[in-house]
């Protein structure tokens, strides 16, 4: 059975790409779903919960959380690394903390380190 993995992270509908020079909601959405195609590749089960709102992101992770159990959760960095996200990202590991608390949770950098975030806890 493979390991099951969550990846957590804004939906590129929800992103100031003001903040970000060059990045684009399409490059953005590739780079994402290569993730988790890397992932799949390497032969984990991983799928995204994507995050539309910093007033829905607990709701909608709880959600997931209270149908299915993961042997790693990754919050991205664009959720971690973001101030003005601080206080959703201490929401989600206190959310991640109480309904999957044998659950590892991983960090990446950006993009290019997901599989390695997920590889150490996984």
């Known amino acids: 059975m493979s390991k099951k993995v969550l990846l957590v992270g804004w939906h590129h509908s929800a992103v100031d790409f003001s903040k970000f020079p060059g990045l684009t909601a399409e490059k953005l959405e590739s780079a994402l779903l290569a993730d988790e195609a890397a992932l799949r590749d390497m032969g984990y089960d991983a799928r995204w919960c994507f ?7 607990t709701a909608e992770i709880t959600e997931v959380l209270g ?10 960095a664009g959720v971690r690394k973001v101030d003005e996200h601080f206080l959703v990202f201490e929401a989600l590991v206190n959310v991640v903390h ?20 997920v590889q150490r806890w996984a």
């Not at 109480?98 to 975030?117: G, L």
């Open 51 to 57: 995050l539309y709102s910093a007033k829905t992101a």
């Open 67 to 76: 149908s299915e159990s993961f042997n790693v959760i990754l919050i991205g």
């Open 98 to 117: 109480e309904h999957a608390p044998q659950t590892r949770i991983a960090f990446n950098t950006n993009p290019a380190d997901t599989a390695a975030a």
